[in-house]
């Protein structure tokens, strides 16, 4: 415990001390190391049935076909582990949530996630004093957490959540797109489409048609035009832009 303790308050030492999502996410890239974690993102649990995952994501760092499948299709709204922040206060693994048989889309999002490397994790619920929820989530194709690095990450979690709300929501919540400024052509439209879908880019060259590097080409050229940093936040913004559905 000594050792965990330790660690874990370097950790939060310099969470606390980050200056912007990069750093905070450099850290927990880090942490995942110590604790046997692959991937992590914080979200705020949608609090309507039309927000979707961006509208209150604070860090993300998700494979992006997963990411952008997750966005594209509203699994947000449907994914069991949110359901199960709303009703605990107490960390769990994803593998522990009891979900509906009757529920579709839930039992979808939590067997479609292993194929692309998130086959468990462990989620830390934050419940704020105005009444909104956090998920917590870090992941990977497996995960074993001793009782000691389970609340290690607790309180590593809570400390990236607070650095990362004050740091305000990952991706605006709308678009200003300047006058002039160029547009997505039918090619780029069509790539952010297949990559909302899951495609990687390979899939994605076979199905049109297109060599890989010219597909990622495309992909690259949209997130320039729109003032994207990463596939997930290009298919978020062309869907707020309205480019796809």
Known sequence: MAVIGQVTLD???????????????AVLVRAG??????????????QSAGENLPDRLLLMHWPEEWAARY????YVQHDPVMAQVRRTTAPFLWSEVEVDRDAALARRVMDEA?????????????????GTETAASFGGARIDLSDEARAGLHLLAIYAHLASRGLGPAL????????????????????????????TGWETSEILSLSQRTV???LSNAARKLGAVNRVQLVALAMRAGLID
């Open 33 to 46: 190391g110590i604790f046997g974690y692959e991937r992590f993102a914080i979200a705020g649990v949608p």
């Open 71 to 74: 966005v594209s299709r509203g």
């Open 172 to 199: 605006p919540s709308r678009i200003a797109r300047p006058e002039g400024a160029p547009r997505c052509t039918r090619r780029e439209i069509e790539c952010i489409k297949w990559a909302a879908a899951g495609k």
């Open 11 to 25: 950790l939060v030492q310099t969470v606390k001390a980050a200056r912007s999502a990069a750093e905070i996410t």
């Open 216 to 218: 990622e080409d495309y």
């Open 114 to 130: 292993p194929a692309f490397g998130l086959g468990n994790g462990l989620c830390v619920p934050i419940h704020d004093i105005d």
